[in-house]
Every structure is written in structure tokens, then in C-alpha cells.
């Protein structure tokens, strides 16, 4: 027996040469330290596709809202510079037709449009096609060039009318053809405003803040 075996102890329990008894398992507290750092690595790694996923199906967050302002910026200024050539009242013929079953609507729109300053053409009741078919205020129609030149200015006096160019159409004269919805010409100020912004547009060189 060894000198290091207790008195009263032997079998399984004695001492011989280098080898002690364990009494307790050995500690796992290196392994749970890695698997800790194995997890919180893992959920970084998910939460980060997560985020580089919505940014994908988003269209590009911020840079993409940044890239639409710019567009709709240039788009505006486009705008401006095909208008900077308007033609004045006086020089723009209009017909005006009644498609409502109101009498006497195109008669009193005509002579109002005359005191503003336009030309007036025929007057009277709508073309078939559009004859008590136009729920809306009315529709300004008038050749394709005169979507960026008459027709915005025809529709400074009505400014809820669908403006609509015709290819093939001849002459120059505009339609006002009067719907159901309408209730009058735009105010006469309100009119003269939208009209002088109308004939001097913001140059292209300098942007509104925020474009």
C-alpha cells in the first residue's frame, strides 16, 4: 500500500505510484465560452443579410429616393424650357361646345373666354363622340405641337380640363369642350397668375432647392 493511501481505504481507492482519485468531472467552461461566440456570430451574420435583402427588394433605399428627385427635377425643368415660347391670348383661336345638357353653357363660357383675351371660334353643341359622354370639367384638344405651347396656356382658364393633342390634326384652332363637372371658367386672378408663370419659367441652370 502507498504511503498516501488513507488508512481503512483500498480497491478502487488506493494510491499506487502517480495516480489520484477524481472526485469531480472536469470543468466545460472553455466550450461554453466558444459556443457563446460561435452564436452571437452567427445571428450578426443573419441579421446582415436580413438588412442587404430589404435593400435589394426596397429598390436602393435612400439612393434610389435621391435618384427619383433628381428625375422628377429634370423632368420639371424639361418642361419649363419647351415653354419658354408661349403664345399670348390673342393669338390662340378656341371653339367651345357644350357636351351637358345645360343650354347656353358654351354661349356664356365663349363670351367670357373672349373678355380674357382669346379668339373665339365656333360655338355650340358637342361632336357626337362627345356628346353627354364627358363626365369630367371638360377636355382641351387641339394638334400634338400644341401640347407644349396653346393648350397649357387654353388651360390656365380651366385648370382641371385633360389637356390632349391630336396627331394628324389640322389648323391650329383648340376645342373646349365643356363636361358635366364644370362649374365655370377658373377666377379671373388665379387665371393671370398661372398664366405668367406660365410665360416665364425657372431657367434649367437654376433648380429649385431641393433638386
Known amino acids: 500500500m502507498s504511503m498516501l493511501t488513507p488508512p481503512g481505504m483500498g480497491g478502487q481507492y488506493r494510491i499506487t505510484g502517480d495516480k489520484y482519485p477524481r472526485m469531480r468531472p472536469p470543468r466545460r467552461r472553455g466550450r461554453l465560452v466558444a459556443a457563446l461566440v460561435a452564436s452571437v456570430c452567427a445571428l450578426g451574420l443573419i441579421g446582415w443579410g436580413t438588412l ?15 435618384a427619383r428627385s433628381r428625375a422628377d427635377c429634370h423632368a420639371k425643368a424639361a418642361t419649363a424650357v419647351r415653354l419658354t415660347d408661349v403664345p399670348k391670348p390673342g393669338q390662340i383661336t378656341v371653339n367651345v361646345y357644350n357636351a351637358t345638357e345645360r343650354t347656353g353653357l358654351a354661349k356664356t363660357t365663349a363670351d367670357e ?32 405641337a400644341a401640347l407644349h405651347s396653346s393648350l397649357p396656356v387654353l388651360g390656365t382658364q380651366l385648370a382641371d ?24 371658367l377658373a377666377k379671373q386672378g388665379d387665371a393671370s397668375q398661372a398664366l405668367a408663370q406660365l410665360s416665364a419659367p425657372q431657367p434649367t441652370a437654376s433648380p429649385k432647392k431641393g433638386c
Open 113 to 144: 373666354l373672349k373678355k380674357r383675351g382669346f379668339r373665339i371660334g365656333n360655338v355650340g353643341n358637342a361632336p357626337g363622340q362627345f356628346d353627354k359622354k364627358v363626365k369630367g370639367t371638360g377636355i382641351l384638344l387641339g394638334p400634338a
Open 161 to 184: 380640363a385633360q389637356q390632349q393633342g391630336e396627331a394628324g390634326r389640322k389648323g391650329a384652332d383648340l376645342d373646349l369642350i365643356l363636361g358635366d363637372a364644370f362649374k365655370g
Open 52 to 66: 442587404q435583402l430589404i435593400d435589394v427588394f426596397s429598390g436602393g433605399g435612400k439612393k434610389s429616393v435621391a
